[in-house]
């Protein structure tokens, strides 16, 4: 068999079965391996951004790992902030590179897409970054890049394969998947953990994405009913309990109103999270007086808050655990106080900027429970991800650790590819649609229906809102635009322009009912959000 056979039937044996990529004159191996493939399905992108950005999006929907393929030099660094995104909120998704010959590396002879240590730039943003040197190894790297992956903290892997290595022709016997036994293992004794729940009066949920990574949603659930704890979400969590659960406290910990459930409580029981600058108003936010962290990666325990005990484990497994070991208890007026709760904040809301809670009210009701709503970086992004809410895991994606303006459309791409019976709603503003626009193409192409909002204030709205309150003027922050819908129309799809944001929930239903790529600008201003983000001019 060839090189680029030999690595389509090691992710074959490995289950994987949607590669998002790009041909260039190295890879093109591969690329012929997967024409002969049956059990691999490739995705034509416009751009490696686009392609890796896909693949984050399909991981996060499905818990599955997707592959993006690229070629060698420029192709491979397009893809490098769609890898620090998947980085940072730990998501598993497998980068796969052609590189120059092998006996011609280092040698800056000027060959094309010339790159030394290409392998190094990722070193940063994966778990594990391999430059393959022998041909015979590709199925043990690529089985073992897999296993890093998934061991504990979930996140990328790199494999980059010089060309003679991918052209080379030998016998190779491929018929063994890697032997990846799950992370079954609780790495401290955690009786103390136990107690200090048992002993808790007024205990309190945090759940973040790992319990989503975890798929430890029915764990979670069963934890809080059993000792009538409120749950809060972190943006990375939202959907891991369903906000129709009536202990759903939403992702609302940093509104004052939340801040005060929180006082009230004498423990905090976080999980899967770890304490961002951005979910504790740069570290700000105050914890009760008792804290127990859960995390499966033990670098999180007391990097920015010191537990009062702590478990180093899978969600799902610690889960599972404690919640045998518990004594339950109630706390009758609880569920009331989280609608106290909810109602002051929205009340707080249409006092400051009615027109958000119109903007979150008629997304929401425009769309169905099991529906994917996928954020970029833009107000209306801001307003929902704090305050809309979210039925079930794996239905909210966003890029929210290393915020990567132009992800949600090429993400919600990958999240339709992965769930293709779901409706699928990408959130971007003028600038962000601009970022990664091209992948419309994509959608088209491959037959991955998506809704496009574009919210369309012609400008990098949040910027310029920054600076104005910073400095007093703005800079760099105008954009001349395009006509979005004629633009769609150019792009043969359905498109509309909507003034108003009362309206939008119509126009939602309809276009989702047509089951086809459709695009929706929106013109009417978004308001600042309530809980905005932080990092302005903070020390
Ligand atoms: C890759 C990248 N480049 C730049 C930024 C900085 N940035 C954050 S929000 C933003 C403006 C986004 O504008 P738009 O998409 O129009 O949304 P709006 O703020 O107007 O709602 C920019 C430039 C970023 N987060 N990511
Ligand atoms: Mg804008």
Not at 150 to 163: A, H, M, Q, T, V
Not at 192 to 202: D, E, G, P, T
Not at 429 to 453: A, K, R, V
């Amino acid at each position: 068999m060839t090189g680029g056979e030999a690595v389509i039937r090691s992710l074959e044996i490995n289950n994987i079965s949607t590669i998002f990529g790009i041909p260039g004159s190295h890879n093109l191996s591969i690329y012929n391996a997967i024409s002969r493939s049956n059990k691999i399905k490739h995705i034509l992108c416009r751009h490696e951004q686009g392609a890796v950005l896909m693949a984050d999006g399909y991981s996060r929907a499905s818990g599955k790992i997707a592959v993006c393929l690229t070629t060698t030099g420029p192709a491979s660094l397009n893809t490098l902030s769609g890898v620090g995104t998947s980085y940072t909120d730990s998501i598993p998704i497998l980068i796969i590179s052609s590189q120059n010959p092998t006996f011609l590396l280092g040698k800056e002879k000027g060959l094309i897409h010339e790159l030394s240590e290409q392998v190094n730039f990722f070193k940063n943003i994966t778990t594990i970054s391999t430059l393959v040197d022998d041909f015979k190894k590709i199925p043990e790297i690529i089985g073992n890049t897999i296993t890093e992956m998934l061991k504990g903290r979930n996140r990328p892997g790199y494999i980059e394969i010089p060309y003679n290595i991918l052209e080379t022709i030998d016998e190779l016997v491929i018929n063994e998947p890697i032997k990846y036994i799950g992370n079954q293992k609780i790495h401290n004794s955690y009786q103390n953990a136990i107690n200090l729940i048992n002993s808790s009066k007024k205990p309190i949920i945090l759940s973040g994405g790992g319990v989503i990574s975890s798929n430890a949603s029915y764990e979670l659930l069963n934890l809080s009913k059993k000792i009538d704890a409120p749950v809060f979400t972190t943006v990375l969590g939202k959907g891991s309990v369903s906000d129709h659960y009536r202990l759903s406290a939403g992702s609302l910990i940093l509104h004052p109103e939340g801040k005060k459930l929180l006082d009230d409580s004498d423990l905090l029981i976080a999980v899967g999270t770890r304490f961002t600058e951005e979910e504790t108003e740069s570290w700000s936010l105050k914890l009760p007086e008792k804290f127990l962290h859960i995390d499966i990666d033990k670098n999180e325990i007391g990097k920015n808050y010191t537990p009062t005990d702590y478990i180093i484990g899978d969600a799902k497994i610690v889960l599972q655990s404690i919640n045998a070991k518990i004594i339950p208890k109630t706390n009758i007026n609880i569920s009331n106080d989280i609608k106290k709760m909810k109602n002051a904040i929205r009340q707080h809301c249409i006092e400051v900027a009615p027109s958000g809670i119109t903007l979150v009210d008629s997304i929401r009701k425009g769309i169905s429970d099991d529906s994917i709503l996928v954020s970029d970086l833009t107000l209306a992004a801001y307003w929902c991800r704090r305050f809309i809410d979210v039925y079930k895991p794996r239905t909210n994606l966003y890029p929210w650790g290393f915020g990567t303006l132009g992800y949600s459309l090429p993400a919600a791409i990958g999240a339709k590819c992965a769930s293709p019976n779901k409706p699928v709603i990408a959130i971007m503003g003028d600038g962000g649609f601009m970022f990664n626009s091209q992948e419309i193409l994509t959608s088209i192409q491959e037959n991955f229906p998506i809704i496009i909002l574009i919210f369309n204030d012609n400008s990098y709205g949040v910027l310029k809102f920054q600076q104005e309150s910073l400095y007093g003027n703005n800079i760099g922050v105008n954009l001349n635009n395009p006509d979005f819908v004629k633009m769609g129309e150019s792009y043969g799809i359905y498109s509309e322009r909507v003034n108003s944001f009362s309206t939008l929930e119509k126009s939602l239903t309809n276009v989702i009912n047509k089951n086809k790529t459709c695009l929706i600008e929106i013109t009417e201003p978004v308001p600042w959000p309530v809980m905005h983000p932080t990092p302005v001019n903070n020390d």
